[in-house]
């Protein structure tokens, strides 16, 4: 197995250094780094590594992201490297092992084609506070909205395919909200991927770290909801058209039909029209997905129609155990029903849209 080590690196020190000669020194053959617009102070950092055979430089004339230094790599193998059946991407200051890669490696060996991601313990005392906290958030986030199953969210320690360069190089953004690309690609096109546990390393707090906690978070954040975002609009859209329609009908049908009759016709067209709308926004604009129109639409309104359901046992159900009416009876519907929408995206995203390898 021909493996590549790629390092983005920015304005780097001797622990730069000292990672590219111990990566040598243990065996490693080819490795590409990506100067990512450093200062020309730093340039005999880069000079020394190029003076080895096994290293590649690769260079950016102005910083544009750890993303875009991934991406320049990647696009670099897949053009250049075809001998290389595998990548390993990890920080070039020292915070990932040799041997946390040897072991994501092995791992690879054993589940080939897949990806594999070095998760850090962020339960260990030696772990700064605001990124043991931030990590347990961020894997809530990631797991709700985007279905990633993962400790360690923000590791850059990942062994990549060969068969993902291309398209790996080819993923929007250019900063540390690439990263977080590069899962949901994962989890979107199914390729099967796999958590190892790896070396915590924090040197001096973190100290070295590009990553700035307001801005890139903000990025990353808005990444990984973007789903569930999609989804409320598309809801949102639905619920005006179903509005709509309902008052067309109304107004056309004012002095032809008996109220009762208006109100059924009403009733009934306006919601097989926006639920028509909410699939055909959720399949092609929020989840994008591929599978045949044929079973998406039957698992749709298989769930649509046990929402209802449930979301008139509940309401039943909780109005009589609190002996409640009118407007409290309303609130317990809103809870009933914002519980169930949460419920009907995760159903949605896992089920009714999921996209098939």
């Given at each position: 197995m021909k493996t590549a080590v790629i390092l983005p690196v920015l304005n780097p020190d001797e622990k730069f250094t000292n990672f590219v000669n111990k990566l040598i020194e243990s065996g490693f053959e080819d490795i590409v780094v990506v100067n990512d617009g450093s200062s020309a102070d730093y340039d005999h950092f880069y000079d020394e590594a190029a003076t080895n055979e096994q290293v590649v430089v690769l260079k950016h004339e102005v910083n544009k992201g750890k993303g875009a230094a991934l991406k320049t790599a990647f696009s670099y193998l897949a053009d250049n490297r075809l001998d290389i059946d595998v990548a390993v991407t990890c920080d070039g200051d020292g915070q990932h092992s040799v041997e946390s890669m040897k072991d994501c490696l092995k791992a690879f060996e054993e589940h080939?084609?897949?990806?594999?991601?070095?998760?850090?313990?962020?339960?260990?005392?030696?772990?700064?506070?605001?990124?043991?906290?931030?990590?347990?958030?961020?894997?809530?986030?990631?797991?709700?909205?985007?279905?990633?199953?993962?400790?360690?969210?923000?590791?850059?320690?990942?062994?990549?395919?060969?068969?993902?360069?291309?398209?790996?190089?080819?993923?929007?953004?250019?900063?540390?909200?690439?990263?977080?690309?590069?899962?949901?690609?994962?989890?979107?096109?199914?390729?099967?991927?796999?958590?190892?546990?790896?070396?915590?390393i924090y040197i001096d707090d973190n100290a070295s770290s590009h990553f700035n906690p307001i801005k890139d978070s903000m990025k990353i954040y808005s990444v990984v909801l973007r789903y569930f975002f999609k989804f409320v609009i598309s809801s949102i859209t639905s619920w005006v058209v179903d509005i709509g329609v309902y008052a067309i009908l109304e107004f056309a049908l004012?002095?032809?039909?008996?109220?009762?009759?208006?109100?059924?016709?009403?009733?009934?067209?306006?919601?097989?029209?926006?639920?028509?709308?909410?699939?055909?926004?959720?399949?092609?604009?929020?989840?994008?997905?591929?599978?045949?129109?044929?079973?998406?639409?039957?698992?749709?309104?298989?769930?649509?129609?046990?929402?209802?359901?449930?979301?008139?046992?509940?309401?039943?159900?909780?109005?009589?155990?609190?002996?409640v009416g009118g407007v409290l009876e309303l609130i317990v519907k809103c809870v009933v029903d914002l519980l169930l929408f949460i419920f009907s995206y995760n159903i949605q995203r896992k089920w009714v849209f999921v996209n098939k390898k």
């Open positions: 080939p084609d897949s990806v594999i991601i070095g998760g850090r313990d962020f339960d260990s005392e030696n772990i700064p506070k605001r990124s043991r906290w931030g990590n347990k958030i961020s894997s809530f986030v990631y797991r709700f909205s985007c279905g990633i199953k993962l400790k360690d969210t923000q590791t850059g320690l990942r062994v990549i395919p060969a068969s993902c360069f291309e398209s790996f190089s080819k993923l929007a953004g250019d900063r540390y909200e690439y990263e977080t690309n590069m899962l949901i690609e994962i989890v979107n096109r199914n390729i099967p991927y796999y958590e190892v546990p790896i070396e915590t004012a002095n032809a039909v008996t109220a009762g009759t208006r109100v059924l016709i009403c009733t009934i067209a306006s919601r097989v029209i926006s639920s028509i709308c909410n699939y055909l926004l959720n399949r092609n604009g929020v989840f994008k997905s591929a599978d045949n129109v044929k079973s998406t639409v039957v698992k749709y309104y298989i769930l649509a129609i046990c929402q209802m359901f449930a979301s008139y046992a509940l309401v039943f159900f909780f109005t009589r155990i609190l002996h």
